[in-house]
Structure formats: structure tokens, C-alpha cells
């Protein structure tokens, strides 16, 4: 079944397909790293876009989103960004997603 989605995420959607794409993920596969779309579900269930305020918590299992002023001591409470996209309003690599305790401690 394919899920067609509207405005940004139609974009993103239709971009998977693109030979660019896929080779700026082949590279970036070389680090380990993929793609995703940055996104959440809205109070109907319907995927939409996440805005630029929010960001994504992963801890103990459970994903919430917090506006982005929530989460400036993230790292100091052990969570560690693993999820980024490029913000054109900054210019610069924006956080979408943080996760708790991803590595282990040396």
C-alpha cells in the first residue's frame, strides 16, 4: 500500500526516488548514518511534518515531542541528539531528535 502525502512530506516522499538522493544516502551510509523524515502525528493520527520548534524525546521506550526550549539541558540529562536536518532559517544542522542513553558509559 502507498501512503501519498501532502506539501513537505510529498516533497521528501517523492525525492527518495531521485538518483541524487539516493547517492547523497549511499555516501552518507558509509558512516552509518540514513535518512529519515522529520515528522509526528497529529491529534487524528495523520502524519505531518514536524515544525522547527519541536523536537523528538526517546527514553525508555516511549516518544514524546517538546518545543526545542525544553530540551537546551538535554545532554546534561543524558540524552544525545541522533536524528538532525538542515534549518534554512539558522543555516546550520537543527536537532530533531534526541534519544537516552544510546551509548555506554567509559
Not at 491529534?43 to 514524546?64: F, M, N, R, W, Y
Request: charged share 25%.
Amino acid at each position: 500500500m502507498t501512503v501519498h502525502c501532502e506539501g513537505s512530506l510529498a516533497i521528501a516522499q517523492r525525492a527518495i526516488d531521485m538518483p541524487k538522493v539516493q547517492a547523497l544516502i549511499r555516501e552518507l551510509a558509509k558512516y552509518k548514518l540514513g535518512v529519515h523524515i522529520p515528522h509526528m502525528h497529529n491529534d487524528a493520527g495523520h502524519l505531518i511534518s514536524l515544525p522547527e520548534t519541536v523536537v523528538q524525546i526517546e527514553s525508555e521506550l516511549k516518544v514524546s515531542f517538546v518545543p526545542v526550549e525544553q530540551v537546551a539541558d538535554a545532554e546534561r540529562h543524558e540524552f544525545r541528539p541522533v536524528a538532525w536536518r538542515w534549518s534554512h532559517e539558522k543555516n546550520a544542522l537543527s536537532i530533531t531528535s534526541y534519544c537516552r542513553n544510546w551509548c555506554s558509559r567509559s
